[in-house]
């Protein structure tokens, strides 16, 4: 059993946090918009940094993150890029003794979902703020409910059934590329009896492979009961006419989990929000996921 | 301590094998050459087979490597390339059920030298035959002498310091995306006082920074004692006036061990041979690599 965090209200104070990579201002300001319907965002200017791939060094990505994570004021956190640069905390970031929020992100946050998932945490795989403000107002409105409602969310449906049956289980994972970078440390959660769920972009189909391998050389598919698979965007081999979800649909087949591929999760058009955590239903027949618990309480 | 092969002689059988990617025909004949200029070297004709990114399929790729080194005329395995595939076929490979034989490669073929290493044995990290056909003379003399004579292989220098000090212990190590591919599994040895070897190729910096950090998650960095770091070909991040020395040399200096940078080793021009599991002493200072044991035993 994970904990949900409290339910968000309209016009609550809500922060943007940058972990991770540096951002496009201007998507960054659409996306603030949005979030500004709906509620009252706020932002430190040192989120604007840059140092190389990262939004500012170490020290300030970490006292961002954590001063607006402490702030009662705060009633959630929303991740303003992925790129790279959470693992680098994870080592400093003590979760256990952070309040109890919605943390709301995708890419590279995977990987500070995956810490709070280890402390048994649900946390809310999510469109960041640059991303926001070229989402959908259903997509917007899915994760407005979800963070807002003690209801399950709405079932979502895959494209293809990769190796059919059922499970059910706790949702856990994201980034295939950043989950993978966690084997073997601390921050990954236990994922014994999960539905293991998984994107990437801009990875070639071999690295796709390599990263899978990884997982079932760790023994992870011993342990999942099954496979959602959101979207893997532009991971095509150039001059092949095979692609990412051939390769895909031979290694699933290979570990002989139920998996359903094509959610609408992840770096496409469409990044449905899903709770990390909550228990799920997987029927790789019928393509669908279902949602058996809500992402927050009230 | 890690245990030697046997050494080669001149006109010993050896075989080519491809249990990675597939590969450029021109370049492995002209490896071929080479080969051929000491030794007598043999190889399946299903060596040019190609599936996607593999030469060939996993049991295919697996027969010729298994049959090659159970056979007691073949006296050492040599690697076509390297790419992906290695790590596919490990889990169906019990190494120590395998004559010890010289097994010579670098890149992906890490996955199959840390796996040795696991198990107590020296292997060789050298030229793939498609890079032997455009090494130097030089490169091509030290991979035969290392292979034929049991005294130490000659020191290499690095290019820059870029933490000072000196450690001893058994070199363990190769590619950097590959070996961080085992962590977690049974196949990566135990680094406890390890000198560290990574190289690496087409890698954005932010790329080697994940790795370095998934390392150091993994307390790779509590247990080696030092790093010596090969060649990072191709490793720039365009237009952007730091590199990956740039970035490796602040991860270095965060996990302060003795480290220096730029031996001779990896998929630059100058891949020189070195035997992995022998004990060297790294002077980061001196920015010396001394072998202190030979790769084989006569």
């Known amino acids: ?28 300001d659409r996306g603030l918009e949005v979030l500004s319907s709906r509620y009252r965002p706020r932002f430190d200017d040192g989120i604007f940094s840059r140092s190389r791939y990262l939004a500012g060094d170490d020290d300030r990505r970490l006292a961002e993150l954590t001063s607006a994570w ?8 929303f991740a303003a890029r992925g790129g790279y640069g959470v693992m680098r905390l994870l080592a400093r970031l003590d979760v256990e003794a952070l309040p109890h929020k919605p943390i709301v992100g995708f890419s590279d946050l995977t990987a500070l979902h995956l810490a709070l998932q280890a ?14 403000g070229r ?23 895959a494209t293809e059934t990769f190796v059919g049956g059922r499970a059910e289980g706790p949702l856990i994972g994201g980034n295939l590329s ?23 972009v801009t990875e070639r189909p071999y690295r796709l492979d390599r990263m899978w391998t990884h ?5 992870v598919f011993e342990k ?12 095509e081999e150039k001059g092949e006419a095979w692609g990412p979800l051939d390769v895909l649909r031979d290694l699933a087949r290979e570990v002989n989990l139920p998996c359903a591929s094509g959610f609408p999760i992840g770096h496409g058009e469409v990044n449905c929000a899903v709770p990390l955590g909550v228990r799920v239903r997987l029927d790789a027949d019928a393509r669908t996921l279902e949602f058996l618990e809500p992402a927050v309480r009230r």
């Open 119 to 132: 402390k048994g945490r649900i946390s809310i795989h999510a469109p960041v703020v640059t991303q926001l």
């Open 224 to 235: 999942v009961r099954g496979i959602a698979l959101g979207e893997f965007t532009h991971c």
């Open 70 to 77: 402490r702030n009662d004021e705060v009633r959630a956190l």
């Open 135 to 157: 989402s959908s107002p259903e997509v917007v409105q899915r994760l407005f409910d979800l963070l807002e409602r003690d209801v399950v969310a709405p079932p979502l449906t």
């Open 1 to 28: 059993m994970f904990a949900p965090p409290s339910a968000l209200r309209a016009q609550d104070t809500v922060q943007l946090v940058a972990p991770a990579g540096p951002f496009d201002r201007a998507s960054f």
């Open 178 to 200: 950043v989950l993978t970078r966690l084997i073997g440390t601390p921050y990954l959660p236990d994922l014994t009896g999960a539905i293991l769920l998984l994107e990437d």
């Open 215 to 219: 997982l079932r050389l760790a023994g």
